[in-house]
């Protein structure tokens, strides 16, 4: 029965005592050992945020520097088209200048060369019309050298022109 | 940092080892002991009463008695007893008796052998283990006025009255001792943490950090509320530590420990009792209204009578009534399983000592093994007393839904 009749003494002794380790724990451990906690999860709370801003911030640095890096790339290759383009609008046009100097030139040539054929033929001509001529004086003189031969030459010659 | 660390662990391991081998060796001691005295009385049977007195038939081994009086108050710290001689701690016995205070130490009482100014010791009986006064035994006594008892001794009927005993008995004596451990435990580590402001917790604050934020966490902020639960955890954090320390210390069989704090009555009764006012004390309208009007309850239930209300009225008794019962019973049950593992060793020597060894053997592996079961109950109950503590507090202050 002493098992479960509580007696007064104890009771007595329990309650002071617990009262008194309520209290005092609740002064000197709890209160700080609280405090405590609760700055250190406030602060541990607070360097996660800021990691994650960190994080967060990082991610938008890499975003934005990836479109800028996309808008030079971008930027090149419009530029080594815009370059390339012009490369061959210079060399088409090189050529097409370089064509027409040619046949100019070639064009020129052809004149030049016709102009010298024709002068040499005139030439050419005038020489061989002496030449005939001389040749014709020598060959009359020769053939004309005799009366009879002269009367039978001017004979045909008259002959030869018609009254119509 | 980590030879330390090393170092500690086995401190650890050293002190746990030598508390299993102190146990082992007392209880072998005290069989050696009892078998010892056995055996003597069996070699010489026909000298029995010349060589051993009446004290000897005391000796017979009384497995109930001897549980009982290990879980039981007392007004001595019991130690061991070599042979004849009892080493134990006298206490300090105050007692309030015909409107005077009564200080003296137990030791004055010879273990009831003798009466110091009328107190007497109560050997057996009813009133075995209390102090009553024997006004024949007083000079200076010369008024009655306490509560008289007659108690049937030595034949006849003595005419005894009971002065109230405010006396520091082993269990006030191991609330002290459990005080003085928790401030010095908590305030320390309180310091620990003024001082190590927002770093990782070390030593003995990283042992009980785990336990606070628990109780914290998962016990009064479930239970009670992000809101509210702050008023409520040092009471919590208190009850928490206080219970499951003396549950500890109640495993411990030797001084400080050995006192059997949370299986006493009284000791849980007076935080259940703590548990009741806070309760009753912090609880809002809404509580109340809950206990004499409980909503969505047929009305037949209430008028004209009032079954409902008379139900809930009662629960608001009965829950801290269960809790001091729960926390009794269960520390209780687990030193009286062990202690009977213990006995067994005893009973069997009595009957042949070599049966007795063998016995102990098979008893100390139970009794280790419930031994380790308690550890896991120590924890367990210091939890529940905490959590439906906390649970009371949150149906009393929970707001109207």
């Keep these: ?164 | 940092m980590t030879k330390i660390r090393i170092g500690k662990r086995k401190i650890f391991l050293g002190v746990s080892l030598a508390l299993t081998a102190f146990l082992i060796t007392q209880f072998l001691f005290a069989g050696t002991q009892h078998n010892q005295q056995v055996a003597a009385r069996q070699q010489e049977p026909d000298s029995h009463e010349a060589a051993w007195p009446e004290e000897v038939e005391e000796e017979e081994f009384n497995a109930g008695e001897s549980i009982i009086e290990h879980i039981i108050d007392s007004h001595e710290w019991h130690i061991a007893t070599l042979g004849e001689t009892h080493i134990s701690i006298p206490l300090p016995v105050i007692l309030w008796h015909d409107g005077k205070l009564h200080i003296f130490m137990s030791s004055k009482l010879h273990h009831g052998h003798a009466s110091y100014k009328g107190f007497r010791l109560m050997t057996e009986g009813e009133f075995k283990g209390k102090i009553l006064h024997d006004p024949l035994e007083d000079p200076d006594y010369n008024y009655l006025d306490e509560e008289i008892v007659a108690v049937e001794q030595e034949g006849g009927k003595k005419q005894y009255d009971v002065p109230l005993d405010f006396s520091i008995t082993k269990n006030v004596a191991a609330i002290f001792i459990s005080m003085i451990i928790m401030s010095w435990m908590f305030i320390s580590i309180a310091k620990r943490y003024k001082k190590r402001k927002g770093e990782a917790p070390k030593g003995l604050q990283s042992l009980l950090e785990p336990l606070i934020l628990f109780i914290r966490d998962d016990v009064a902020k479930e239970a009670i509320g992000v809101k509210r639960h702050e008023r409520y955890l040092p009471f919590l954090f208190t009850l928490f530590f206080f219970i499951f320390l003396n549950n500890l210390l109640g495993l411990v069989p030797f001084f400080p420990g050995g006192a059997n704090v949370t299986g006493n009555i009284a000791v849980t009764g007076v935080m259940a009792v703590f548990t009741f006012l806070i309760t009753t004390f912090s609880a809002n309208k809404n509580y109340w209204k809950h206990i004499f009007n409980t909503p969505g309850v047929p009305w037949w239930l209430k008028i004209p009578i009032p079954i409902m209300p008379l139900v809930e009225f009662m629960g608001i008794f009965t829950k801290p009534f269960v809790l001091m019962v729960r926390l009794f019973a269960n520390i209780t049950a687990g030193h009286i399983i062990v202690l009977g593992f213990i006995s067994l060793v005893f009973i069997f020597g009595n009957i042949q000592p070599a049966m007795g060894y063998g016995v102990s053997i098979v008893s100390i592996a139970f009794a280790v093994f419930m031994g380790l079961l308690e550890l896991l109950v120590a924890f367990i109950q210091a939890y529940v007393f905490t959590l439906l503590s906390a649970l009371y507090f949150g149906m009393a202050t929970e707001d109207h839904h």
């Design chain 1, 1 to 164: 029965m002493e098992l479960v009749s509580p007696g007064i003494g104890l009771i007595f002794w329990m309650t002071l005592s617990f009262a008194i380790l309520i209290w005092i724990l609740g002064k000197f451990a709890w209160k700080p050992i609280m405090k405590s906690l609760k700055e250190r999860e406030d602060s541990i709370d607070e360097a996660l945020h800021a990691a994650d801003k960190a994080r967060e911030e990082m991610k938008q640095l890499k975003f934005s520097n990836e479109k800028l890096l996309a808008e030079a790339k971008d930027e090149r290759d419009a530029i080594l088209r815009d370059a390339r383009k012009v490369r061959d609008k210079i060399i088409d046009e090189a050529r097409e200048k370089a064509n027409q100097e040619a046949n100019r030139i070639v064009e020129n040539a052809k004149g030049r060369i016709e102009n010298e054929k024709m002068a040499a033929m005139t030439d050419l001509k005038n020489q061989l019309a002496s030449l005939s001529i001389e040749i014709a004086e020598k060959v009359l003189k020769q053939e004309l050298s005799d009366e009879k031969k002269q009367k039978d030459y001017v004979q045909k010659l008259i002959d030869e022109i018609n009254f119509n």
